[in-house]
């Protein structure tokens, strides 16, 4: 194992000090990295022969080490800037740390002394080719918040908008390079030295901290996100997102419209500007559904300091460096998901949870099956008994890494969200009931699914994948041989069997071409409905001839799909 290049070889040695010094002597040893330990904090060690010796080490008995949460958040603290970022992003993955470390991180306060105000103003001048007089007719010099990565300030335009300037601190980016460069080096030594950390993935985690790191250091990606939930909610008069300013915007400066209101936790102030806990609760919650079921793309940090409350119900969502996407089939299985939750069908659910996972030979599935079957149960049988939706579904997936069943990133982000935005509306109003106000909201959003230019779209996309596979068979087959012929693959087909697979490829191709027949039906129905002055051939109306062609193609596709081989 290569050791970080001399300009790291200091850093290292900190970081490897701080995680001693808060207890976590015993994984430095597993580590074999003890020799990075200051001399003199070894001996202190020997001789007061601290708490870390008799902390079990092995992933999955992390919890039984009472300070080790504590310890882990103290140490993170210490260290600042990156590692306190590793740790909020740590903090919404349970399934990988457990639960009480995910707790215990949540408490992390990225809160660090602001920079200079000539520092802001050099930086801010740099990027945007102007003297700060020019770009601002007044601009507040003490920042209204300051983190770890940037902070902001309050300031107007020349035409008088009060807008947010979020500026970036000196030299974050490559401080944080140099953090995360190391942290891929100890994931790295976890994985080789300490194979109970396997399951949990450290590399990969740091990986997707890495990418969600630089993403956060770019703000024209934040930017990015503000505008795409303005455009999903220009039409929606009880939603309010800011505008970006982006002739006052680059890579390190963000501008953005300055967010007047309340905070949604500040219940005095509601009667002042004409708003209803009960109403903005139903608005908020529908909000954030839009974003799950509907949209696919989701603000991924929705706690109440993220919203504020404007005049007559609006609400106003702001902070969107955290946001999280999901691709078309996962929002299909979410919602399918969901609605055998309503429906208390434990095995669809699962199926569905399943389809969104990750698997291979080494996962559970039997005893992940059994575990979260105990969960929805308790929450099918004793809904009156705390036991909330949302929780019931991120529990199925922070269950999942102990039985090597894991989940996207986006995915994990997406359940802790809902578990937040349930939270909210309960505070907000405590006789609010996710169920009910859920049911009819995945009704509508299936009826919308299943409208003809949706089915025309996913039968277009169809087609077009089909084609391409068709087109790609033949040079994939030349391979194929080419490898057999090389010997590099060896092909062993007994004869008795041969027979049975003719049928079963015979089978499937049956089934592919009826498939391709009934989305062609399928997209030619939609189609032909949607033509002006075109509804009848030989008096036979079209949607009727589509439906009656489509549900013998379905029949015949369930046949064949249902044939056993012989």
């Known amino acids: 194992m290569a050791v970080p290049h001399r300009p790291r070889l200091k850093r290292a040695r900190e970081v490897i000090g701080v995680f001693y010094d808060f207890g976590f002597g015993a994984w430095i040893s597993r580590m074999k990295l003890h020799y990075a330990v200051p001399i003199h904090k070894r001996w202190m060690r020997m001789v007061r022969r601290g708490n870390d010796l008799a902390c079990p080490i092995e992933a999955e008995a992390m919890a039984e080490c009472a300070d080790l949460p504590q310890n882990l958040r103290l140490a993170f603290e210490r260290l600042g800037g990156t590692y306190v970022k590793l740790g909020q992003m740590l903090s919404l993955r349970a399934d990988l740390v457990t639960q009480p470390v995910a707790d215990e991180l949540r408490k992390l306060q990225d809160r660090v002394p602001p920079f200079p105000f000539e520092q802001v103003k050099a930086s801010i001048e740099k990027e945007l080719g102007k003297p700060l007089t020019k770009l601002f007719r007044s601009f507040d010099k003490k920042p209204v918040g300051a983190a770890s990565l940037a902070q902001v300030h309050r300031a107007v335009l020349p035409n008088g908008k009060t807008v947010a300037v979020k500026v970036l601190r000196p030299d974050i980016e490559a401080l944080a390079r140099e953090d995360i460069a190391l942290l891929q080096w100890f994931a790295k030594l976890l994985e080789d030295r300490i194979p109970a950390t396997r399951p949990y993935q450290p590399r990969r985690t740091i990986e997707e901290f890495r990418e969600w790191t630089l993403r956060e250091l770019n703000l024209v990606n934040e930017g990015v996100n503000v505008e795409h939930f303005r455009t999903l909610y220009k039409d929606d008069e009880q939603v309010f997102i800011p505008g970006v300013h982006w002739d006052h915007t680059t890579?390190?400066?963000?501008?953005?419209?300055?967010?007047?209101?309340?905070?949604?936790?500040?219940?005095?102030?509601?009667?002042?500007?004409?708003?209803?806990?009960?109403?903005?609760?139903?608005?908020?919650?529908?909000?954030?559904?839009?974003?799950?079921?509907?949209?696919?793309?989701?603000?991924?940090?929705?706690h109440p300091g993220n919203f504020f409350v404007l005049p007559d119900n609006v609400v106003c969502l702001h902070d969107f460096g955290i946001v999280g996407h999901i691709d078309e089939k996962t929002r299909r299985e979410l919602i399918g998901c969901f609605v055998d939750f309503l429906e208390k069908d434990a095995d669809g659910a699962i199926n569905h949870v399943l389809h969104m996972a990750r698997t291979d030979n080494r996962s559970d599935m039997d005893g992940f099956r059994r575990d979260v079957t105990v969960i929805l149960e308790r929450w099918f049988y004793s809904p009156t008994a705390g036991e909330r939706l949302s929780m019931a579904f991120y529990r199925m997936v922070v269950n999942g890494a102990s039985h090597g069943v894991t989940f996207p990133s986006s995915v994990v982000l997406l359940a802790k969200a809902i578990v937040t935005m349930e939270g909210m509306a309960l505070l907000l109003d405590p006789k609010f009931d996710v169920a009910e106000k859920l049911r009819p909201?995945?009704?509508?959003i299936m009826t919308l699914d299943l409208k003809p230019e949706r089915l025309a779209k996913r039968g277009r996309d169809v087609l077009l994948d089909a084609a391409n596979l068709l087109e790609d068979a033949p040079e994939a087959a030349r391979k194929l041989m080419k490898l057999a012929q090389s010997e590099e693959i060896g092909i062993k087909v007994d004869a008795m069997d041969f027979d049975a697979i003719k049928e079963e490829i015979d089978r499937q191709a049956d089934i592919k071409f009826l498939t391709l027949f009934l989305v062609a039906d399928l997209l030619a129905t939609a189609v032909l409905l949607?033509?002006?002055?075109?509804?009848?051939?030989?008096?036979?109306?079209?949607?009727?001839?589509?439906?009656?062609?489509?549900?013998?193609?379905?029949?015949?596709v369930l046949s064949k799909i249902r044939q056993k081989p012989s």
Not at 441 to 444: E, F, G, I, N
Request: aromatic letters at 12%.
């Open 251 to 302: 890579a390190r400066v963000l501008t953005i419209d300055f967010s007047h209101g309340i905070h949604m936790d500040d219940f005095a102030s509601y009667g002042k500007i004409r708003c209803s806990r009960k109403v903005v609760a139903e608005i908020g919650a529908k909000l954030v559904y839009s974003q799950f079921f509907e949209h696919g793309f989701f603000h991924g940090d929705p």
């Open 441 to 444: 909201y995945l009704q509508r």
């Open 530 to 556: 949607h033509l002006e002055g075109v509804e009848r051939v030989a008096g036979i109306p079209f949607g009727a001839a589509g439906l009656v062609i489509g549900t013998v193609l379905g029949l015949l």
